[in-house]
């Protein structure tokens, strides 16, 4: 910027040729140039403006601005800074420190903050000519801030969703369980496949899941060589489904180990699923286990998987127990 300011031409500017300029301009103007923190001086009611390599990068792909008008650069903000600067004009010095503008660098309007002094630069005479801004770019730092605060939020209301959740699956199981014992363990094991879909959630920032991943972790420990096959494309779900799937995923699993297709040597498991134009269907099939019988009664396990997956989804979940294999098939519309 040396260069181009020594090799500009003033004289077509209000500032006028640099050999008639004053010293307060010249000294000024030699200090911005020295400084390696981005400077612009702006000089004169037109407040004219030069500045120096470290201040490029403000300007992003704006225009050459070498010897424009402050107010010209930085029109698209200028109701927001327009005061400070004439303020600064006038005397008086200006600090503000993350202060958000809507600017465009020659890549439309973007949301930027700024930490930026203007000081009032004065004559020998002690006349205010123009003033000194010196400023940093804080965008990286904000967005990274809100970002924070963001996920903060989420993570507190994700925690707090998981302890409701875990109270209400304690609270239950011991009232439907037909023992201490049973409710114990129902309880143990629904608890630890909550804790399952936590986990993997608090992988995403996002709060999502994909459903490849959401089964695998579900049914971990449960895997038997190939006696579980699942087949369908990438479908993400949001936080609520994901604990839903999760623990009805768990229950299924656990009845297929105790009565079904996991409860001998040679019976399988099929997990499949589909999605298109928004509809998406995933069906659970058991063949090769015992011969089935329908419960006598319906349990907390059957609630979980049918009830919670029908709210969460906003769709019809259906458990049928089949002779030959416990079917279930979830139907919805993801968005």
Request: aromatic letters at 10%.
């Amino acid at each position: 910027m040396a260069d181009q300011v020594r090799t500009f031409d003033w004289s077509r500017t209000p500032l006028g040729a640099q050999d008639q300029w004053p010293v307060a301009l010249k000294i000024t103007v030699d200090l911005i140039l020295r400084s390696r923190f981005p400077k612009c001086l702006c000089w004169g009611p037109e407040m004219i403006t030069i500045y120096n390599d470290a201040f490029i990068p403000i300007l992003g792909q704006k225009a050459f601005c070498l010897g424009q008008p402050f107010s010209r650069i930085w029109a698209e903000a200028w109701d927001e800074i327009g005061p400070f600067a004439q303020s600064a004009l006038e005397g008086q010095s200006i600090f503000i420190k993350n202060f958000a503008l809507m600017v465009d660098r020659g890549d439309g309007l973007r949301e930027g903050w700024f930490t930026f002094c203007y000081s009032p630069v004065a004559d020998e005479t002690g006349r205010i000519c123009g003033f000194m801004d010196t400023v940093i770019e804080t965008t990286g730092e904000m967005l990274a801030e809100r970002r924070i605060h963001l996920l903060n939020g989420e993570l507190r209301h994700r925690i707090k969703n998981a302890y409701a959740k875990a109270i209400a699956i304690v609270r239950l199981t011991f009232r439907r369980a037909a023992s201490p014992k049973e409710a114990l363990d129902a309880a143990i094991n629904r608890l630890q496949q909550l804790d399952q879909a936590q986990r993997a959630l608090l992988e995403d920032t996002g709060g999502t899941l994909e459903i490849r991943t959401l089964i695998a972790d579900a049914l971990a420990g449960n895997l038997q060589d190939e006696r579980l096959v699942m087949q369908g494309p990438t479908v993400t779900l949001e936080a609520e489904q994901v604990f839903a799937l999760s623990l009805a995923l768990g229950e299924l699993a656990t009845n297929a180990q105790k009565y079904g297709a996991w409860s001998n040597a040679t019976g399988r498991v099929w997990i499949e699923w589909r999605q298109s134009k928004g509809q998406f269907q995933l069906v659970w099939s058991e063949e090769g286990g015992p011969p089935v019988t329908p419960p006598e009664t319906s349990g907390f396990g059957r609630e979980l998987i049918e009830t919670s997956l029908s709210h969460e989804f906003r769709g019809e979940a259906k458990l049928d127990f089949a002779p030959e294999g416990v079917q279930f098939t979830l139907q919805a519309r993801l968005d």
